[in-house]
Nanobody
């Protein structure tokens, strides 16, 4: 069973930076499809960024150029570096993971879904 624990959420002013961490246990992160989602009050959960087992990344258009994924497979930890934060980035950020059965292609399937989620960490950006 994959377990995920997020940390790093905080309150910052617009233009500031934060780094979120997601520690995975029960499975090595190098064999996991992983990603970050967020949910703002009154809105649906949306994808922020994903990484496959080959290190390939995808980002939502709203965060491209500002957010960067990185991964430490020794620590089984996924990071989301968030720069130039905007008030519209305010949300609960969730880490997600799924076992990449057979390799990175599994993470890129059109029918791909995450089945393991963390509890979330709050990010608040004030104007």
């Amino acid at each position: 069973q994959v377990q995920l624990v997020e940390s790093g959420g905080d309150s910052v002013q617009a233009g500031g930076s934060l780094r979120l961490s997601c520690a995975a246990s029960g499975y090595t992160s190098s064999a996991l499809c992983m990603g970050w989602y967020r949910q703002a009050p009154g809105k649906e959960r949306e994808m922020v960024a994903n990484i496959d087992t080959d290190g390939g990344t995808t980002y939502a258009d709203s965060v491209k150029g500002r957010f960067t994924l990185s991964q430490d497979n020794v620590k089984s930890t996924l990071y989301l570096q968030m720069n130039s934060l905007k008030p519209e980035d305010t949300a609960v950020y969730y880490c997600a993971a799924e076992i990449a059965y057979g390799g990175s292609w599994y993470c890129r399937r059109s029918s791909f879904e995450y089945n393991h989620w963390g509890q979330g960490t709050q990010v608040t950006v004030s104007a």
